[in-house]
């Protein structure tokens, strides 16, 4: 079985910053992309950012240039590293990870359990 577990998250100020962890444990060959979600309540889930193995990321169009994501590939990790925080950020953040559990097998996709991210005065 394939385990992601999210730390970091946490209740900030306008304009502070926090740094999510993503660690990917279990079975695992390599990962092909990791990404962070989050949901807003009432809101449906979505991408906040993505990358890919050799480095290649994307960012939802409401966190350029305030959020950043990383990967180790060696250590199956993750980050997100968010700036400037807003309160409409405010959501619980999922990791994703699309995980190859043996070589030349297909690979899946996992989700993390998520962590909550409050930014309010």
């Known amino acids: 079985q394939v385990q992601l577990v999210e730390s970091g998250g946490g209740s900030v100020q306008p304009g502070g910053s926090l740094r999510l962890s993503c660690a990917a444990s279990?079975?695992?060959?390599?990962?092909?992309?990791m990404g962070w979600y989050r949901q807003a309540p009432g809101k449906q889930r979505e991408l906040v950012a993505s990358?890919?193995?050799?480095?290649?990321?994307s960012y939802a169009a409401s966190v350029k240039g305030r959020f950043t994501i990383s990967r180790d590939n060696a250590k199956n990790l993750a980050s997100l590293q968010m700036n400037s925080l807003k309160p409409e950020d405010t959501a619980v953040y999922y990791c994703?990870?699309?995980?190859?559990?043996?070589?030349?097998?297909?690979?899946?996709?996992?989700w993390g359990k998520g962590t909550l991210v409050t930014v309010s005065s």
């Open positions: 279990g079975s695992i060959f390599g990962i092909d992309e």
């Open positions: 990358i890919t193995s050799d480095g290649t990321t």
């Open positions: 994703n990870a699309h995980v190859v559990a043996r070589p030349a097998m297909s690979g899946m996709g996992y």
